[in-house]
């Protein structure tokens, strides 16, 4: 990531650029012709950090925007989830979606949508996990007579 010191040094660069533009401009004729390829390759050779430093700025800078861009739709989804236990709602206004998996969501900050409902108990085809809530109907197991 670009910090002051990078960018104080791409600054540095260019300002170093134009005063040897600016040398090489008032020079005229007082210089020979050596002295003025010199200060050309010097300027070039400026021209060419401050470019390369610009570059890496620019990728910094964007890199940045890519991340602050992920945490915005985070913190919105984050602002949508609704906890009620068991498990989590995706709430949009006054529509409901879900219900999604606990765990996923706590651990892993993944919305896996939870299977099943039957008897009011879920599953996460994810975790494996299996969620309850307060209608549960525990099935019942049937058990053979045996005569004697």
Do not use: H
């Not at 002051?4 to 090489?24: E, P, Q, V």
């Not at 919105?76 to 879900?98: F, H, T």
């Amino acid at each position: 990531m670009a910090d002051i010191a990078t960018i104080a040094a791409a600054l540095g660069s260019l300002k170093t650029a134009t005063d040897i533009a600016k040398l090489i401009k008032d020079s005229g004729s007082s210089l020979e012709q050596a002295e003025v390829k010199l200060q050309i390759a010097e300027l070039i050779s400026s021209l060419a950090e401050a470019k390369l430093e610009i570059a890496g700025i620019q990728s910094d800078l964007i890199e940045k925007d890519n991340v602050i861009s992920s945490l915005n739709e985070q913190l919105a989804l984050k602002q949508r989830v609704i906890w009620e236990k068991p498990y989590y709602w995706l709430e949009d206004g006054e529509l409901r979606d879900g219900p999604y998996c606990q765990r996923c969501y706590d651990v892993e900050q993944r919305l896996v949508r939870l299977q099943g409902g039957g008897k009011n108990a879920w599953n996460c085809r994810s975790c494996k996990n299996t969620f309850t809530d307060a209608n549960y109907v525990r099935p019942q197991v049937r058990r053979s007579r045996t005569s004697f």
